[in-house]
Each structure stands twice: as structure tokens, then as C-alpha cells.
């Protein structure tokens, strides 16, 4: 729930990489059920206004005229009178035909401009769309420069709200493989910018998926399906069950400038059970959620009754199944699972998995199955992992495994 003890003068809601295909698919109805779950969220509080919606790009899978026609009657019938809404172009707008022609059905189908600077409440927004996949030229800089002035000139302390649907390179979660760095020179000049970003369907209730350094910047995750941005997992970035995925974030801010960012589950209609606070946007000084995060010790635990169990022996290999780890803080981010040969320590095999944090419900349990195996005697050592590139001192061990 929102905070009963903050008293919002501004709310919207923000969401990205929706992908509305020419066929009719489950990314409308998560649309749909985002802009009616968000009104009803604010007709339960005092402040009952929903002042925004925000889409940062890629609502569309390739950008043609029927998929944007079917968005635009989605906003058309579920947006009420008073809500502003915008959105902006990304890469897959661009698919259909081009830069050119995305923009051209933005305007006559949305009578929207590519790139806007609107204030609502007395808050800047600014948005840009992409000039060509996920780039920005010089126009579009151009654009972010003045409409930043002109922000900072009426504030230097209010937030100003930015939206780009690529993360900015080196920030959020997911920008390592999912960032640009063409709006950096321009951005760092303003610390009371809260940047929204999407592209990379990395989940919002990741702790990175928030990152302050020279000002703040925040995943918008995806209406469709996660990808992850790490690159050890033995099924790749993408992870299983990975069309399980409908996030959005709720933002309010006060008269003081001060911001509250709400992650949501939309599958399960449950707010994550955190709330992201900036009370002084436009002071770096006041940042908590800055690199120093990584400097922790704070690392995940298997408890006392934690167990593991081998099943499905065969020849070369098994399955392996685990209680999850435990953690004083946040969630645990994954599992190192290692096959150790029982004559001499070394390792046989070993699988990285994640332990599936982005669902709100989180399983109990975990599984992985290993094959390719030597016969032989075996153990399995499973050690867990923080987001802060911390590991479980204890591993959870097996009994030996013989094949």
C-alpha cells in the first residue's frame, strides 16, 4: 500500500517494453489491467489522482499501424479524463518501416510529438524517443538540453522526471547489456533528475533495478517477459517461467519535492515490499542507493533445517533439489550449484541458476538436473549469492552420490 504518512501532490504510473503484436495477446490485457489497477490503487488513498501514465517505449513489437492503433484504443478506453498520458518511441517501434514512418503514425495516431516536455502539477516531465534503434542524435539532445534548463531554471531542488526507453550505460540493473551512453554529458549536469528507463525486461524489485550516482535512475521492467542481465546462467539471460512478467512502477511526489517509488506485481496484484525514498532529489550528498552498496558484508545463509535431495540417478547424472537460502536484507539473487568428485575435490560440473526473485512469489525450493557425468562418487556444494557480490560462507553439502 501507498504511504499512509506521505502526502502525495503528484502521482503517476510508469511501465515499458509491453509489445502489442497485429495479433491479439496477452500484453493487452496486462496493459489493460495496468491503468485499471493503478486507478484503483489511487481511488483507495486520500489523494485519489492519477496524474500520469508513462509508457518508455517498445509498447509496440514492430511499430506497424495495426499494433499502434490497438495501443492507442487500449489508452482511449481504459485512461480517464484527467490523466496525461505519453509514449515514446524505441527500437521496436521501428520495425515496420523506420524511424521515419514510427514517428509519423505517433503523431496521427496518437497526436503525440516524439519528444515532449510537459509539467503537470507543477513537476517537469521530459521524454525522448529514440532517433534510430535505441540512439539518440543530435536533435534529440538538443531537445533534453533546453527542456532541462528551462526544468532546473524553475527548480533547482524539485525533481524533474526523464524518461528514455534505453538505461543510461552503467546504472540500473540490465544496463550493462541494455544501456546508452549518448545522454550522459547532458544528464549529469542536473543530480534532481529521476530518470525512468526500460529496454532490458530486467524485473523492477531487483534492489539495482534503483541506482543513484550523479542523479537517479530506475528500470521500468516489462509488461511481457524477463531478461536478465547476467551472463552465467546455464540456461542464458533468460530465465524459465520468464513470461511470468507484468511489473510497473507507482510514483508519488509531495510539495516539498520529496519522491516515493512504489514497484508493483501485476500478476499477483501485490505490491513488492519495498518503497524507494528520495527526499532530497537534487542532492547527491543524501543518495542511498549508490554503488557503495556493493561495499556490504551482509551475505545469504542456509538455515539449520535447510536440506538437499538427489533423485532421478541414472548412469551420467541426477537432479538435484534445494531449499532456498535465507538473507537479513533482500532477496538472494542466485545459486552456484557444483558437482565435487568425492576422490579428490575437484569439480565435475557446476550450474549457476537464479533463485527466480522476480516472481513475487518466490518458490521454496529449487531443482537442476546435471547429465554428461563420469561414473564415479560424488557430492553436490551449493552456495548462494547476494546482489552485492557476496556468497553464503556455509555451503548447503549432499551425501554422496554414486553412479
Not at 547476467?230 to 513470461?243: A, L, Q, S, V, W
Not at 542532492?283 to 536440506?307: E, L
Amino acid at each position: 500500500m501507498f504511504d499512509p504518512d506521505f502526502k502525495p501532490a503528484l502521482r503517476f504510473m510508469v511501465c515499458s517494453d509491453v509489445h502489442y503484436k497485429d495479433e491479439n495477446t496477452v500484453a493487452r490485457d496486462r496493459m489493460k489491467h495496468a491503468i485499471e489497477k493503478s486507478y484503483e490503487l489511487s481511488e483507495k488513498d486520500d489523494y485519489k489522482n492519477l496524474d500520469a501514465v508513462y509508457v518508455v517505449g517498445d509498447f509496440a513489437n514492430s511499430g506497424s499501424p495495426e499494433q499502434m492503433r490497438c495501443f492507442k484504443k487500449t489508452l482511449d478506453d481504459y485512461i480517464r479524463p484527467g490523466t496525461y498520458v505519453n509514449v515514446s518511441l524505441a527500437s521496436h517501434e521501428f520495425g515496420y518501416d523506420s524511424p521515419e514512418g514510427a514517428r509519423s503514425r505517433l503523431r496521427e495516431i496518437f497526436n503525440l510529438e516524439p519528444d515532449t516536455h510537459m509539467v503537470i502539477n507543477g513537476f517537469h516531465f521530459i521524454s525522448l524517443s529514440c532517433t534510430k534503434r535505441c540512439d539518440f542524435d543530435e536533435p534529440e539532445k538538443e531537445f533534453a538540453s533546453s527542456a532541462l534548463k528551462e526544468a532546473s531554471k524553475d527548480s533547482h531542488t524539485k525533481p524533474i522526471f526523464f524518461f528514455q526507453h534505453p538505461h543510461i550505460s552503467g546504472t540500473v540493473y540490465g544496463s550493462i547489456n541494455w544501456g546508452q551512453d549518448d545522454l550522459n554529458e547532458i544528464l549529469c549536469n542536473y543530480p534532481q533528475i529521476i530518470d525512468f528507463s526500460g529496454h532490458s525486461h530486467a524485473p523492477i524489485n531487483d534492489p539495482r533495478s534503483i541506482h543513484q550516482r550523479h542523479f537517479t535512475c530506475l528500470g521500468t521492467g516489462t509488461l511481457l517477459y524477463f531478461e536478465n542481465d547476467e551472463f552465467d546462467k546455464y540456461y542464458g539471460t533468460i530465465p524459465p517461467r520468464c513470461d511470468i512478467a507484468a511489473q510497473m512502477l507507482i510514483v508519488e511526489a509531495d510539495e516539498k519535492g520529496r519522491v516515493r517509488i512504489y514497484p508493483y506485481d501485476l500478476i499477483t496484484d501485490n505490491f513488492f515490499p519495498f518503497v524507494w525514498k528520495i527526499d532530497e532529489p537534487w542532492n547527491p550528498k543524501s543518495f542511498i542507493y549508490t554503488d557503495d552498496r556493493y561495499k556490504t558484508t551482509d551475505a545469504p545463509y542456509f538455515g539449520d533445517d535447510a536440506a538437499v535431495s538427489i533423485t532421478d540417478i541414472c548412469d551420467n547424472g541426477f537432479t538435484v533439489t534445494f531449499d532456498q537460502a535465507k538473507t537479513d536484507k533482500e532477496y538472494v539473487n542466485d545459486y552456484n550449484v557444483y558437482v565435487i568428485r568425492d576422490e579428490d575435490g575437484t569439480t565435475a560440473a557446476l550450474k549457476n541458476l537464479w533463485s527466480e526473485y522476480y516472481f513475487y512469489y518466490i518458490p521454496e525450493r529449487l531443482s537442476v538436473s546435471f547429465d554428461g557425468l563420469e561414473k564415479g562418487t560424488y557430492r553436490v556444494e551449493i552456495y548462494a549469492g547476494s546482489f552485492w557480490n557476496t556468497k553464503s560462507e556455509k555451503p548447503l553439502v549432499s551425501g554422496k552420490i554414486i553412479l
